[in-house]
Each structure stands twice: as C-alpha cells, then as structure tokens.
C-alpha cells in the first residue's frame, strides 16, 4: 500500500518578513495532485503544522481546506509537532470525518488501522510531539500498570515517573506500541504493515537554523535505536529530508515543503512516497515540492554586489552580507533596488578588513602605563615622550603600592 | 554573579515556603517565569534583589512590600539566597522589618530588618546537592537551605556590614544591578536611555577602571605639590644671590692694568675684587624675579630658564673678576722669588773661588817636599831588580833537589826486596842484580819485556810458579770429580737393591696363579648346569597358566548358562498365559456377537445376517461383551510373548554350547557341571591350578638368574691368565736391569782407583818443586796409608810411601801404590765390593784437601814475593832518569838569569812581603810627584791670578751674603699679599657656586615639574593640547563601552535583520554637559538616518536593551577579573513584540546556553512556555496566595 508521509508545514510561518502563505497554499495544491496521480492510500502529516500554537486564521482556512481536499482522494493522519499546540490542534477530532485523524494525545498505542486499495491492512501510530514533562507523567501511568494514577495537575506523588529526557518519553512510547503489535499478530496471523510518525531530534540527523530547539536538561535528541520493531518511521522536526538508520525499520524525515531559513538553501525540499507489503522492508521515493523562489547568498563589497556580477540571482531571495570595512551610505536602499527579494542585507567585514577602532582595546588585563600613554597620544595627536611616560608609570606605581598596603 | 538557590517564606505574594534551585532550572542555560498576571512572578526576582540589596528590584521598591500579607501573625518572612561571584560562594539571609503581633497583650510590635551574611567553602554546593531529597522526591526541593546552617564563615550580622560585603562581592549598586543583571519590568531600556554620567559610575564599577580615576586624582595632587615646590627653590635662590652681594664691599680695590715691579706692590695694590665689585655696580643685577612676588606663580618654564642663566652670568663675571686680582698678586710674587734667587747665585760663585786659591797654595808646598828624597830612592829601585831575577831561578832549584832525594829511596826499596826473596830461597844469579838496571836511552818497561838478565831470571821464576797454581787448580777439580763417581756408584748400588726387592714379590704372585684358576673353573661348571634347566621351567610355567585361565572361563560359562536358563523358563510361562487369554477373550467374543450385530441395525435396513428389515427383538448388547479391539490387543500380546520365548530360547542353546565347549578343554564334562547346583565341582580343580602356577614360576625364576651370572665367572678366569702372562714378563725384565747394573759397578771401582793414585803422585810432585813438607795425617780407616813427602832444596820432590798394613789382594787398594790396584774376583758379590771402594774414596778425599791447601798457600807467597821485586825495580829506574833531567834544568835556568851559581842565586832572593814594601815606597814616591804637577796643571788653578790671594776673596763673599738676606725679605712679603688676594677670590667662588647650586635647583624644579604639570592638566582635560577635551578615565570608558556596542550589534543585527545599529557618539549629549564620550545613537539602515535611542518603538527598545544587556555581559565575561554576569533575569517586554520577531530574539537567547549562561525570562507570553521546557511555574492558591511549581 502507498502512503505521502509529508511534515512541517508550518503554516503561518514568514520568511524574514515575508509571508510564505501563497507558496504554502500551492504546495498543498502540488500534494492534492500527488496524491491523486500516486493513488496514494494515507497521507502521513508528521508534526509543525502550524508554526505557532495560535496560529493566524488564514493558516487555519489553509489546513481546513487542505483536510478536505485530501481526503477526498485518501485517509489523512495528522499529529502535532513542538511549535503546534496540541490541545488547539486536536480540536473536534473526535467528531471529524472519517478517513481524516488527527491525534495529538498521547494514548500512543491507539492505532489508525486504514486499509489499502491493495488489500494491505496498515496500522498507523501517530506520536504528537511528546513533550517530556508532560508525557513523562502520562506515559509513565500507562506503562506502569500497578502505579496508582497521579491526581490532575499538581500533585503526582506516588507515580513511578520517567526520567525527564526525550529518549525516556520516545522509548516508553515505543514500548508501548511495541507491545500492542505484538498482541495484534496474535489476533491477525495473516499480516499487516506498521508505521509510526513521531516529531522528535534523532540521533544522526543534520539540523538546520529554522528549528526551534527542544532541548530538554541539555539534551535534545532520541537514539535511533528506540524505534525498532515496526516498518516505516515517518519523523518530523527536521527540515531538511533526510534518512535515519534504524536497525530493522525504514525511517527519514520528510523535511519541511518550503525552506524556512538560509541555512536551507541547499536542500531539495520534498515528500515522500512509501510503499509498504508485508513481509517486505518499506520502499520510498522522493517527490519534489515546488519551489516558489530560490534562496542564494551574496557575500562581497557593496560595488560588486551591486554589478552583473550577481545579475544571476537578482530574482532570488537572498540575503547579502557586504564586506565594506566602512558602511556605505544608504546601502540597505541601494540594495533592495537591484535585488528586489533581498530579505537580509547584513555588514560582515571580513576580520582582516575590519573597521579600525579610533580607541584601543583596554580590558583589565592591560597595563593602564600603555593605556594612558594611548591617551596622550590619542588626545594630543603625538606620542607621549619618555618623561611623560615616566611620570606616568610612577603615578600608576603609587596606586598599585596604595591598593596593596590597603588604603 | 551565579545564582545557585533561592529560598523564601512568607513574602510578598507567598505565604509559605518556595524554594527555587536555580542550578537545576538554569541546566538548559535558559527557563521562563511564567504564571498569569499579578501573580507574583517578579516578586522572584524581588526576592533575589531584596536578599541582596534589602530592597526590591523595581524603582518603585517598597520594603513593605516584602512581608506577605498572607503570612500569618507569627509566622516570619525570610529570603534566603546562595550565589556564587568571582570571590566565591556566599549565602545571604535577610528578614524585612515588619510589624508582628505582639507576644504579650494585644497590638502590634515593628520587627527590626536582620541579616546573615555567610562565606561557603568551594565543596559546600556539592555536598549539599548529595543531600537526600524531599519525601516528594520532587527536583527543585531538594535544597533545603536549613542544612547550610552552620557551614561556613558569618561574614556579616549587621545591614551595614551586610550592604559593605554585598557591594564588594557583587560589585554593583542596586541600581547598577537592574540595568545590567536583572532588568526589571518596565524598566529595562534603563541602561540604554541612561544619562552619560550614569553610563559612566555603572561602567567603571562594572569594567573596574577606577585605577584611571584616581590615577586622574593622583596627578592633580601631585601637580599642587610641585607648584610649592618650585616656590622653596625659587626663595632659597634669592637667598643665595642676596649673600653674594653682601661680600661684595668688603673687597679690595681693583689693580690697575699694568701692574708696577715687586718692590712697588706694597704701595699700590689694586684688588681685582674691587674691579669686580666695580663692574657690578656698573651693571646691576637684572633679576626680576628677585623682587617678584612670592604668591605669584612662577612663569612658565622656557622663559624662567632664560632669566636664571643671566643671574648666573653676573655671579660668573664676579667670580672672574676676583680670580684675576689674585693671579696678578701670584705673578707679583713670582718675580721677588726670581730676585731671591739670583742673589743666592751670586754668593755661590764667590765662595768657589775662595776654594781655588787655597787649592793652589796647598800643591806648591807638596812639590817641594817629595824633590828632597830622591837619593834614597834610587837605591831602593836597584836592590829590588836583583830579588826579582833571584825569585825567578828558585823553583827550578827546588825540582832539583827534589828529583834527587826520590832516587836514593828507590834504591833501599829495591834492595828491601831482594832480601824477602832471599828468606824465601829465591836468589838471583850473581851480577844480575846489581845496581841501575836502566840506562839514559831505555825507556822501556820493566817486567814485559826484560832486556838485562836479572829481568829475564825474574821472568822465568814468576812462570813457573803460575804454572804450578794451575796444576794445582786442576788437581783439586779431580778431587770433586772423584767424590762425584763414589756419589754416582751409590745411586747404582741403591738401584740394585730395589729390582732385587720387586722382583721378589712378582715371584711371590706368580706362584699364588694356578690355585686361584682351579677355584673359578669349578664355579663355572656348577653355573652352566643350573642354567640349562630354565626352558624347561618355562614351559611349566605357562601350562599351568593356561590350564588356570580356562577353568575361570568355565566359571563364566556356567554362570551365563544359568541365567539363560532362568530367563527361558520365564518366557515360557508368559508365552503360555498370553496364548490362554487370546482364547479366552475371542471365546468370550463369539458368545456376545448377536448383541453387537444387533446394535448395528437400523430400521428399514436390512440385517446383515438375516436381511430382514424388521427388527422384532433385537439381542441385548451385554456390558462384559468383548469388542474386536480387546481380542486384537490379546493377539498384539500373545505374538510378544511368543517372540520373546522364541529368543529366550536363542539364548539359552548358545549359552549350553559355549559352556559344553570350554569344560571340554578344560578337562571337565558339561553336563555334570550343569547336573550340580553349585560351582562345588569346579572350585578344588581351580585352586590346584592357581598352586600349580606359583611353583612353576619359582622353578623358572631360579634357572633364570644362574643363566645371569655366567658371564661375570667366566670374565673373571680371563682376568687370571692376563694377570699370569703380564707378571712373567716382568720377571725377564727385572733379570736384565739387574746383570746391567753389576756391570756399571765393577767398572765404576775400576776408575775411582785409578784415579786416587794419579792424584796422589801429582800433589807429590808440586810440594816437592816448591819446598813444602807434606805430611798427610793417618786417616780415620786402619786400611787408610800415610803419606809423607820430604823437602827438598834443590826442587826435586822424594816421597817414600810406607804402608802401615798391608791390604790383602782383594781389599782397598793403598793410596801410593797404584800397581795394588785389583780387581774384584768374578764369583764374588759385588755389592759389598763396591761399598768398600766407596768408603775408601771418602775417606782418601778427607785426608787430601789439608794438604793440597798447604801447598797452594805456599805457592802464592812466593808469586808475591817475585812481584814485589820486579815493582820495586821498576820504580829504581824511573827515580835515577828523573834525578837526571832536574839536574840539567837547573844548570840552563842559572845561567839564563846571570847567576854563576846556585848559592849566589840564593843570597839575591829576599822574603816576598819584604820586597813588596820596598816595591810600594820607590812606587808611591813617584806617584806623589806626578799628582802635585796635575794639581798645579789643573785648567782653574793655572787661571788664578798670581795676585788673587785669599784675604781679598773673603772680602767679597761678605757682600754677596748681605745683598741675599735682602732678596728674601722681599719675597715673603710678596707672598703674603697673593694669598690675601687668592682667599677673598675663594670666597667669591663659594658664594657663586651657591647661588650656581640654587638658581640650578630653581630650575630644575620648574623643569620637572613642567612634565607632571602638562600630563596632570592633559589627563584632567585641562590643557589646550587636548583638543578633544576627553578626561583618560572618559576615554577608558569609551573603549570598554565600544566593546559593548560592539558586542550588542552582532545580535542587533540578526534580530532587527540588519535594520537597526548602535553607535557610540562623540557629541555632547546635552548642551553644556563635559563630553563624556558615552553617548548612543542609533542607525536605522532602511532610511539611512542616525537617530536618537528614544525613537524606538517599544518592541525595538526592547530587543534593543535586550541587546546592549547581553552585550555587556559578553565583554565583562569575557575578560578575566571582571564582575561575571553568570545569571540574567529579563522580567516582561516580550509581550511588545509580534510573533515573528519573537521567534527571532528567542532564537538568540537561546543561544546563550552556549555562552555557558544562565537566562531567567519572566513572561506570561504563550509561546515562550511552548519554547522553554525549564519552568517556573507562579499560581494563585485558592486562597489568593500564590505558590510555585519548579519544572526541571
């Protein structure tokens, strides 16, 4: 059976100041017309669908019309990332239609059994982003049987908690699952396929600079080793695509459909096409996703900048950094009128080139003789002569021999 | 400054205990303070503010605000804090003034403000951080900071003492603390809109530039007191001039140009001090600045520098002035020392002539004197020219004589000689030896070659006793040859009897051998026969074995048999049951068949036996009746049985035959031993063989070892016969060693004999020749004969040879009779022979060495006594040719110094001091008269004027002294007036030095002190040469400050997207303010302009403080010694900023986790709780008091 395992939408998101929702709004038109020449059986939605937990109403129309239009054509898994807020998201699912699930809690073990047009069964378990504080409570309830159940909100006593760590909280989830497939092919000998989307840092990946960091007493990823045990693990979080070694299981990040920062340039932002049977390890491919405008840098002095030189990216969006050592006047203005997408221009003067200092560096370290007679020279616009330095090496003496005798 | 605990009770909105582990909820470099609004969330921060400070964060602090108003009478309100600076750890805990219940009565009563200031040690934190946790066991209360109580140094217990350690620990004000570490709500773009002079206290307390402050301060008190300085020296200059001046009237006048001669000096002496006072009365003083003044400061310092170099030009021309005045007074006095000295020159060359004149008188009355004497000396002269040639002929004349005497002593010691000769029977012929055996041309050698006949004879007589010694030498090497040969003769007789004596015991041996051979043979014959029994007993041996073997494999048999046996008997009986059941059942079978055809039938089918298909009365199927299945279970166990019997019985046949075969061989009969129960048959038969077996390994081992011990029998009778063969042929080996020794014996007498008597006759001879009566003594042998020899005069020895005894024919031999030498008799032993001869030999050598001695004496007294002779004529000769010669010297030497002779030489000779004298006086007479002519010739002498006499010279010496007493007079007092003049010119050069000294001191003074005074004036800003007017403690600032703009704008540039930049403006910041240099603007980079900080929007000013905070934080931390912004609280602002900008600061400060830093962000804002995990979450308690939850 097909799934469209796709992630980080994060709609309502602006580029440096842009508002990408136009691009968002034709990236969900490119995945309507994937999965239907696909014949795509499940999309899989793992995480960052908002980019914020209260998101703009036009990034709401957005995914409202989204849900809609894919599930005309397949069933829609949906989960919340770390930028979504859950409860907000999760909103009405009960009540939704069939063939679109959004879950954002955290009964993790509660599969979405969807059937294929092949005949494939699939059960699907979708993780919202497990945010260990709260999880390690929740999760920690289900996973210890005999426990007796923490009260809501404030107190906790008695509850055997987990260890307040990204990997303890993805663990005990995997567990869970784990545990619930296993009583499954008691009950369904003839087979199924298994899939888990989860939003978290796994060991291995490569981050880039639009992702909000998640780490939690310093540590910020899971071992790729705690999702074993099913055959295809749709990751969200990162936005770059990119595949992850899990030992016996399919796994990858689909990456965000849009570039978020600089830092992505150089990705080719896709979804992903799975295709799962029983008994046979997951096959993917990459679909690319349609690139509004490119991302490029410029890194020179503002004349060069400004010549045919970089004619080439005028259409891009890009972000310049001028090496001038001194600012040139009305540069930002002067920029933007060659590049019109220019959403950065910053200074970076190359180190060597950088803009001399009329004042000379004085840290605590230094010796107040030099710094004084940097003064003079500063002030009178010719170098202290050895007299004048003399006295001014006494009187620093003096001070020194005062503050150690104690006055 | 790291905050690692905060604990607190009962404040502001608390009521009960929070406690807040700021270590554990930092871990991530970053939480949030979140909880609704008015909560209490910045009462956190209040508290870590009030711990510190006693007071709260905000400006609008209130200390009442701290006692919450929900806390119970009685209950008390603390803040309790732990942090950590740069100067360690400290623990700070404050109690705010409140107004409590009175404990008596009613009312209240003011609770004073308390503090406790603790130092922890280094180890404190971790320790406590091992402390076991809350019942809870919930992080972030496990710091109990009632455990530190004890630990650690009290530091302070006073506010005062408190608010003093605070600042040194922290190193800030509060004030200082809110714009920098805790940036208080509402009030957080303090820092960045704060006026320069604010800027400037938070920066210097904060980068620690106080030392350029003072350093400021430390100059311009240096520069008052090197004004007062100057003005010391300036005085004790004006001093020093005013004491110069004062000398001057006391001075001489001034000498006139051209100085008059000596002898006017006294009369006009013009003193070079009154020129120079003169000349400064001509040209005053120019010293303005004497008269200036004293509170006037004193010029600058060029043109004060000019002024003193004339002060001190005047002083110099006073100093030349007097000096010269004395050098004319020296020069004055130079000249009378000439005048002086010329006169004494004059009294000199008066008194040398005085001394001329009486030289010449003198040598005139000399010359007259020595004339008179001349006579007497000529006869002197004369008498000493004849003991001068007497003086020369004298050794001569002694030589003479001399040569003389010599002569006639060698002539009595030759006739000496003769006469020991002559005692000795030596003489010479007659007319040999008389007189002088030389004559005047022989000059050959005596002795070697004798030319007259006494020489000859002499010759001849000294050879033939040299000859007689020689022989003798040789006679006595014949005497030790002879006593060798009796030593050799005894080592052969000592040989002899040893091979007689081992050739006995190898007989003795021999004839002990055929006994010893019959013994063994014996042996050997008993041996063999032994031996050749032991096939036999072998082959018993395994017999019995083998017979022994097969009865134990009968036994075997038997037993197996046995079984078997049994084993079949069993089998049979099962067989025979399982048979007898099989039947029984298929007969119970049968008998019940109708019942089981029956139950088969249906209604409407036929039966199967009778095909009705009515069933009237079917049988009843009974309850014992047997199914098929049960009969085929009997039959399945009858075919087991059966098989199994048939194998039983396999085995028994094969058990019966093996047994049947082994008792057949082993002699015995099956089927008896099957017949009889036990194994009674078989155990008698099995222990005789068993005892058969033992004997016949004994029988075997016996043969065995004979067969051993014939090789060892039959090695030892070939040992015999080698013994036998080797002793034989040592037997004919000892005969010939003993035939060969006699032989060597009886030749070995032989020669010893003949040898004594040649010995003997050449001994006569000798004694006979030189006149020695030799009488050899009778020796210790009876057999031992004499030997007498007679002198004899004439040399021709007579030996009469008288035997006492005479020795039978085959005894010793006589020493004089070498005809009786005899052999031994053939038959006769020789040993004893030969034992004689050796004793003999002995004994003759004994007898003989006395005499040969004798006669060796006496030959070498008489060879002495020869050459004794021939010495003493040698020296006759030499003695009469020297007398010779002498005699003809002296007879030339008399007549070459006209003597006639001899005695008329000696009367002229005279004693050698007697005509030395008489040498001395003819001499000195006529030295004396050359020396008085010299005198008198001498250059001066002869000049002298006849008429110069010595009365008119004295005359003149008299004038020359008196003109010289004159000329010293003058001179001194010369002298005296040029040392006046030189001390008045020393004192003038002591006074200008001073003033030299002084005015220098003046102006070295104003030199120096330019220096101080220009770096005071530059580093105050007071100089014109500052053209930027900047202070160095400004300056300072300005760098450290542009390192903190520096540091802000690389945030301020990703947060604003390169809009906005901050820069440090030069200008005033309001009109008339000192230029600080510490003033902000603010570059906006999308139109260009620099603007003020305050046109910022809020949400700007924010992000901007934010950054300029941050900043500052960088550059303090990031230099050693700094204060350490470890921990930073942001209270609110975040509410100013859109969503997206929001992402974007939040991104950055999130960064700081990575600068190792802990950020506190205080903020009810949504998104911030979904962004930062670590959270300190502020409630409301029912009860309108507020708690905290620490999630971490």
């Keep these: ?407 | 400054m790291i905050l690692h605990s905060l604990q607190l009770h009962a404040f502001g909105t608390f009521a009960g205990t929070v406690q807040i582990d700021f270590d554990a909820v930092g871990a991530n470099g970053i939480f949030l303070l979140e909880g609704p609004t008015g909560v209490g969330k910045s009462t956190v921060i209040d508290a870590v503010v009030f711990a510190l400070y006693g007071e709260m964060a905000g400006s609008v602090a209130s200390r009442n605000r701290a006692r919450s108003d929900f806390a119970a009478p009685d209950d008390p309100t603390f803040v309790d804090l732990v942090l950590e600076t740069g100067n360690g750890i400290f623990r700070i805990r404050r109690t705010p003034q409140y107004e409590r219940a009175k404990q008596r009565g009613t009312g209240t009563t003011t609770q004073q403000a308390t503090v406790r200031m603790w130092r922890l040690e280094p180890g404190a934190l971790d320790a406590w951080a091992l402390a076991p946790r809350t019942a809870s066991g919930r992080p972030g209360e496990a710091r109990d900071h009632g455990d530190l109580d004890g630990a650690g140094e009290l530091l302070a217990t006073r506010l005062d003492e408190a608010g003093v350690q605070v600042r040194h620990v922290v190193g800030l004000t509060r004030e200082q603390l809110a714009q920098t570490i805790v940036l208080p709500q509402g009030e957080f773009a303090s820092f960045l809109r704060a006026k320069p002079e604010e800027r400037t206290q938070l920066l210097q307390q904060v980068f620690q530039t106080g030392i350029y402050l003072d350093a400021q301060k430390a100059l311009a008190d240096r520069r008052r007191a090197l004004g007062a300085l100057v003005e010391d020296t300036r005085r004790a200059a004006v001093g020093s001039v005013e004491r110069l001046a004062a000398l001057a009237p006391d001075a001489p006048p001034p000498v006139e140009q051209d100085a008059p001669p000596a002898e006017q000096e006294r009369q006009a002496d013009p003193s070079p001090v009154e020129q120079g006072r003169r000349a400064r009365v001509e040209t005053p003083v120019p010293l303005p600045w004497l008269t200036a003044d004293a509170s006037l400061d004193p010029p600058s310092s060029g043109h004060d520098a000019e002024e003193g170099a004339d002060v001190l030009k005047v002083a110099e021309t006073c100093r030349e002035g007097s000096d010269s005045a004395a050098q004319q007074a020296e020069q004055i006095a130079e000249r009378a020392r000439q005048a002086r000295d010329e006169a004494a020159a004059a009294l000199r060359e008066t008194r040398a002539l005085l001394r001329l004149v009486e030289r010449r008188d003198d040598a005139r009355a000399r010359r007259t004197e020595l004339q008179e004497r001349a006579e007497q000396v000529e006869v002197e002269r004369r008498t000493v020219a004849a003991a001068q040639r007497a003086a020369a002929v004298a050794p001569v004349l002694a030589r003479a004589e001399t040569a003389h005497e010599a002569r006639t002593a060698a002539g009595q010691a030759w006739d000496d000689a003769a006469g020991t000769a002559k005692a000795l029977g030596m003489v010479a012929p007659g007319g040999v030896a008389t007189g002088s055996v030389t004559t005047a041309d022989d000059g050959g050698e005596p002795g070697k070659e004798p030319t007259t006949p006494f020489g000859a004879w002499l010759g001849q007589r000294q050879d033939e006793l040299l000859a007689d010694s020689v022989l003798l030498d040789a006679l006595e090497r014949q005497v030790g040859s002879l006593t060798e040969g009796a030593d050799r003769l005894q080592e052969v007789l000592d040989e002899l009897a040893a091979v007689r004596a081992a050739a006995r015991a190898d007989e003795d041996e021999l004839a002990a051998v055929p006994q010893a051979v019959a013994v063994v043979q014996e042996e050997r014959a008993r041996m063999e026969a032994t031996a050749r029994g032991l096939d036999l007993a072998t082959a018993r041996l395994a017999a019995a074995e083998e017979q022994r073997d097969d009865l134990g494999r009968v036994g075997e048999a038997l037993a197996d048999w046995r079984v078997a046996a049994d084993a079949l008997l069993a089998a049979k009986a099962r067989a025979d049951d399982a048979t007898h059941a099989e039947a029984h059942l298929r007969l119970r079978r049968r008998e019940g068949i109708a019942g089981e055809l029956a139950s088969g039938l249906a209604e409407d089918e036929p039966c199967p036996v009778c095909g009705s298909r009515a069933h009237p009365r079917p049988a009843e199927l009974s309850d014992t009746h047997v199914s098929q299945e049960e009969v085929d279970a009997a039959e399945r166990d009858r075919r087991v049985a059966d098989e199994e019997f048939q194998t039983a019985n396999g085995r028994h046949e094969a058990a019966r035959a093996r047994l049947d075969h082994l008792a057949e061989r082993a002699g015995l009969d099956g089927a008896v031993l099957r017949a009889a129960d036990t194994d009674d048959l078989l155990a008698p038969a099995v222990a005789a063989a068993r005892e058969a077996v033992v004997t016949a390994a004994q029988e075997r081992d016996v043969a065995a070892r004979a067969g051993e011990a014939l090789p060892e029998v039959l090695a030892r009778l070939e040992a015999l016969g080698a013994r036998e063969a080797e002793l034989r042929e040592r037997a004919s080996a000892a005969a010939s060693a003993r035939a060969g020794r006699v032989a060597r014996l009886e030749s070995g007498c032989a020669a010893i004999q003949d040898d004594r008597a040649g010995l003997t006759d050449q001994l006569r001879e000798v004694a006979a020749r030189v006149g020695v009566e030799l009488a050899l003594p009778a020796g210790a042998e009876g057999a031992e004969p004499a030997v007498a020899i007679e002198p004899a005069v004439s040399g021709e020895p007579v030996a009469s040879v008288e035997p006492v005894e005479s020795p039978g024919p085959t005894e010793l031999p006589g020493i004089a009779a070498p005809s009786s030498t005899v052999a031994r008799p053939a038959t006769a032993e020789p040993e004893p022979f030969a034992a004689r001869v050796i004793a003999q030999t002995r004994a003759f050598e004994k007898s003989l060495r006395p005499a040969l001695s004798r006669v060796r004496d006496a030959v070498r007294e008489r060879r002495d006594a020869l050459a004794a002779w021939a010495r003493a004529d040698g020296t006759r000769s030499q003695a009469e040719e020297d007398a010779r010669v002498r005699a003809e010297e002296r007879d030339e030497a008399l007549a070459v110094h006209g003597f006639t002779t001899a005695d008329e030489a000696a009367a002229a000779a005279m004693p050698v001091p007697e005509l030395a004298a008489l040498e001395r006086s003819v001499d000195g007479h006529d030295s004396a008269l050359r020396a008085v002519a010299a005198e008198l010739a001498v250059a001066d002498v002869a000049a002298l004027p006849d008429e110069a006499s010595v009365e008119s010279v004295v005359t003149d010496v008299t004038r020359a002294q008196e003109a010289l007493a004159r000329a010293e007079q003058e001179e001194d007092e010369a002298r005296e007036a040029a040392t006046r003049a030189r001390s008045l010119a020393l004192t003038v050069a002591q006074h200008v030095a001073e003033v030299h000294r002084d005015v220098t001191a003046y102006r070295d003074a104003v030199r120096d002190s330019a220096v101080v005074l220009r770096v005071s004036d530059l580093v105050t800003a007071r100089s014109a040469d500052n053209a930027p007017a900047l202070t160095l403690s400004t300056y300072v600032l300005v760098q450290r400050f542009e390192a903190v703009v520096e540091a802000a704008n690389r945030r301020l540039a990703v947060m604003s997207d390169g809009r906005y930049e901050l820069v440090r403006s030069d200008e005033r910041e309001r009109k008339g303010g000192r230029n600080l240099g510490l003033a902000l603007r603010v570059i906006d980079h999308v139109t260009g302009a620099v603007r003020e900080t305050t046109t910022l929007s809020g949400g700007e000013t924010f992000y901007v403080s934010l950054c300029l905070a941050l900043g500052l934080a960088d550059v303090v931390s990031a230099e050693a010694g700094g204060i350490e912004f470890g921990t930073l609280f942001v209270d609110e602002g975040f509410g100013t900023l859109d969503a997206s900008t929001l992402e974007v600061v939040m991104t950055e400060i999130t960064r700081l986790r990575d600068a190792g830093r802990v950020v506190g962000l205080v903020s009810h804002v949504e998104a911030l709780k979904q962004m930062i995990p670590e959270r300190i979450q502020v409630r409301r308690r029912p009860d309108g008091a507020s708690e905290v939850r620490v999630v971490a």
Excluded: C
């Design chain 1, 1 to 407: 059976m097909r799934f469209l395992h796709t992630s980080d939408w994060h709609l309502g998101r602006a580029l440096h100041g842009v508002d990408l929702r136009e691009h968002q709004a034709a990236f969900v038109d490119h995945l309507v017309q994937v999965v239907e020449a696909e014949q795509v059986d499940v999309v899989l939605v793992a995480g960052d669908v908002y980019d914020r937990a209260i998101p703009p109403v036009e990034a709401v129309s957005l995914l409202s019309s989204a849900l809609a239009r894919l599930s005309e054509h397949a069933s829609v898994v949906l989960t919340s990332g770390n930028h979504d807020s859950a409860r907000r998201l999760g909103f009405g699912a009960q009540v939704l239609r069939e063939g679109v699930h959004v879950r954002t809690t955290l009964d993790v073990d509660r599969p979405v059994l969807v059937t294929g047009r092949d005949g494939t069964r699939a059960y699907v378990y979708p993780f919202p982003y497990l945010e260990p504080d709260e999880a390690r409570v929740a999760l920690a309830r289900r996973v210890d049987a005999h426990g007796t159940a923490p009260d809501e909100g404030w107190a906790d006593d008695g509850a055997v908690l987990l260890d307040r760590s990204h990997e303890a909280v993805v663990g005990a989830a995997m567990d869970l699952v784990r545990a619930d497939v296993a009583r499954r092919r008691e009950a369904e000998p003839d087979g199924f396929v298994t899939v888990v989307m989860a939003h978290a840092f796994v060991v291995g990946g490569e981050p880039s600079e639009s992702e909000r960091p998640i780490a939690v007493g310093g540590v910020d990823s899971v071992p790729a080793g705690v999702f074993t045990g099913v055959d295809y693990v749709a990751l969200g979080h990162l936005h770059g695509p990119q595949q992850v070694a899990v030992p016996g299981a399919v796994a990858r990040y689909s990456g965000s459909p849009l570039a978020y920062s600089f830092s992505e340039r150089g990705h080719r932002k896709s979804s992903v096409v799975v295709d799962v049977v029983p008994g046979a390890p997951a096959s993917t491919r990459l679909v690319d996703a349609p690139v509004p405008r490119r991302l490029s840098e410029v890194r020179d002095e503002l004349e060069a900048v400004l010549s045919e030189q970089y004619a080439g990216q005028r259409d891009d969006w890009v972000r310049v950094l001028l090496t001038d050592a001194v600012p040139p006047p009305r540069y930002l203005e002067r920029v933007r009128e060659v590049f019109p997408h220019a959403l950065v221009v910053l200074r970076d003067p190359a180190s060597a080139a950088r803009q001399e200092s009329a004042y000379r560096e004085v840290t605590v370290a230094s010796d107040p003789v030099d710094v004084a007679g940097d003064f003079l020279a500063h002030v009178t616009g010719a170098p202290p002569t050895p007299a004048e330095l003399a006295v001014l090496q006494e009187t620093f003496e003096t001070l020194g021999r005062e503050e150690r005798e104690g006055r």
